[in-house]
Every structure is written in C-alpha cells, then in structure tokens.
C-alpha cells in the first residue's frame, strides 16, 4: 500500500521561506516521480513543480527563481525550498507521486498515481 508522508508548511510572512518534505512509504524496489501542486478556495488545482529521471525537474513560472525541488538522499523522497513567498502563495500544498519503474520481480504498486493529504502555506 503506497502512502505519502508530508511534513513541513505553516504560516510566514511575505519574503520569508518554509520547506515542505514528502516521501513515498512501501515499495522500495520502485521508483517514483514526484511533484507539487496546490489549491486555493475557489479555484483549481495547479502545477507547482516536479521531479523526475533522477534528477530533472520543472517549475511553474510563478515561482521560479523562488523555489527549489530536489530528492533528499533517501529513495522517493524529496523536498520543496520556497524561498520569497509571497501572499499569493497560500494555498494548500499536495505532494503526488508517478510510478516510473520497479525492479526485480515484487509486486507493484495496484495504481500508478498517489497524493497525499495536503499540507497548509500562509503567507500574510
């Protein structure tokens, strides 16, 4: 059973910095690309960034140039640095994750995409 594990969000104020964690729990023999999105009330939810082939990643242009996506050293874990946030920035916070591959002969994964529960960013 895949579970996402978030962690970090909160309340800054403008120009300030907070860095949201997330890593994949189960299947250690696959491989998952990971991303952000958020949401706010009203409106849908949209692209934040995203990692992927190891190392590649990609950035809405609303925040780059601010925040940086990066794997954290252990397998199917990464993190999001937000630096300059801004008010426009509050939004509920969700970590996905893509199956990309799996080794050896175990089971996989019954679903190929997952969330996690979301995490909150305030910025006043």
């Known amino acids: 059973h895949v579970q996402l594990v978030e962690s970090g969000g909160g309340s800054v104020q403008a120009g300030g910095s907070l860095r949201l964690s997330c890593s994949v729990s189960g299947y250690t023999h696959c491989t998952f690309d990971m991303s952000w999105y958020r949401q706010s009330p009203g409106k849908e939810r949209e692209f934040v960034s995203s990692i992927y082939d190891e190392n590649t990643t990609d950035y809405a242009d609303s925040v780059k140039g601010r925040f940086i996506m990066a794997r954290s050293g252990r397998k199917n874990a990464m993190y999001l640095q937000m630096n300059n946030l801004k008010p426009e920035d509050t939004a509920m916070y969700y970590c996905?994750?893509?199956?990309?591959?799996?080794?050896?002969?175990?089971?996989?994964?019954?679903?190929?995409?997952?969330w996690g529960q979301g995490t909150q960013v305030t910025v006043s």
């Open positions: 996905g994750a893509s199956l990309a591959y799996c080794d050896g002969n175990d089971p996989r994964p019954s679903d190929y995409n997952y």
